[in-house]
């Protein structure tokens, strides 16, 4: 039997969600990786979601964002998360291609995708999209689907302290790590599993995350992920 490239995505997608937890298509975007120093890092987003995040993803309809960063973004992050949008903007797997344009805006009003540091954030990252109808995820109102715009916070709970180095740091989280993670969700993509195990740290997109570690390179469930929103699921209008 001819195995095609597209025979492999599918059988890939198909053998994640049948792993149970594993969910990979138009992911939820509330994310929990809560500082600490272990690899354990509580992943509750299927909480929030309920178990429905294939059915009620987030998706853009445009590969054009507007950028902007905002309060609290010193030069050091904004110059990880340029890097990090930089490897986002084209994911290509399986002959499927994915390509963004990411471009800076100088005023919030602008910006469909923004950037902020909240001291008060009791999490390594948060990212939250606003429907088309003006209502954040978590609103009682929001109904989620087409994603009006997307803000991505950064924090450091409990003293945490940010690398912004290439290599790893005793003691400190890697921001490019934490920056790549977050715009995933922000472009709609789930974490690799809830309850996540040891089997899938090496993905941007998993739930556990330490100081020491860094994973600045997209794996193999990170593009599937993207590809089977933007390629398969919802192409770009």
């Known amino acids: 039997m001819r195995i095609t490239a597209r025979r492999i995505l599918v059988l890939l997608l198909t053998f994640v969600f049948l792993m149970g937890n594993a969910t990979i298509v138009n992911g939820a975007n509330e994310d929990e990786d809560t500082a600490i120093t272990s690899t354990n890092v509580l992943d509750n987003d299927y909480i929030v979601d309920d178990g429905l995040r294939i059915q009620n993803g987030w998706w853009w309809t445009s590969n054009t964002i507007k950028v902007f960063y905002g309060n609290g973004i010193t030069q050091n992050m904004k110059s990880k998360i340029m890097s990090a949008l930089s490897n986002w903007n084209y994911v290509s797997i399986y002959g499927y291609t994915v390509q963004f344009t990411f471009i800076e805006v100088y005023s919030l009003s602008e910006a469909q995708l923004y950037f902020v540091f909240n001291?008060?954030?009791?999490?390594?990252?948060?990212?939250?999209?606003?429907?088309?109808?003006?209502?954040?995820?978590?609103?009682?109102?929001?109904?989620?689907?087409?994603?009006?715009?997307?803000?991505?916070?950064?924090?450091?709970?409990?003293?945490?302290?940010?690398?912004?180095?290439?290599?790893?740091?005793?003691?400190?989280?890697?921001?490019?790590?934490?920056?790549?993670?977050?715009?995933?969700?922000?472009?709609?993509?789930?974490?690799?599993?809830?309850?996540?195990?040891?089997?899938?740290?090496?993905?941007?997109?998993?739930?556990?995350?330490?100081?020491?570690?860094?994973?600045?390179?997209?794996?193999?469930?990170?593009?599937?992920?993207?590809?089977?929103?933007?390629?398969?699921?919802?192409?770009?209008?």
């Not at 003006?134 to 991505?152: H, M, T």
């Not at 690799?192 to 997109?205: I, L, R």
Request: hydrophobic fraction near 25%; charge should be negative; glycine fraction near 10%.
């Open 119 to 237: 001291n008060t954030l009791t999490t390594l990252g948060h990212a939250t999209p606003t429907d088309i109808y003006g209502y954040e995820e978590g609103d009682s109102n929001c109904i989620r689907g087409q994603i009006a715009k997307c803000k991505v916070e950064f924090g450091t709970p409990g003293g945490a302290v940010y690398s912004y180095n290439n290599y790893a740091e005793t003691g400190k989280y890697n921001f490019e790590s934490v920056a790549l993670h977050e715009i995933g969700h922000a472009l709609g993509i789930a974490h690799c599993h809830t309850g996540c195990t040891s089997s899938c740290t090496a993905n941007v997109m998993s739930s556990y995350f330490s100081t020491e570690q860094v994973r600045t390179t997209l794996q193999t469930y990170d593009k599937a992920s993207l590809v089977s929103c933007y390629c398969i699921s919802h192409p770009f209008s």
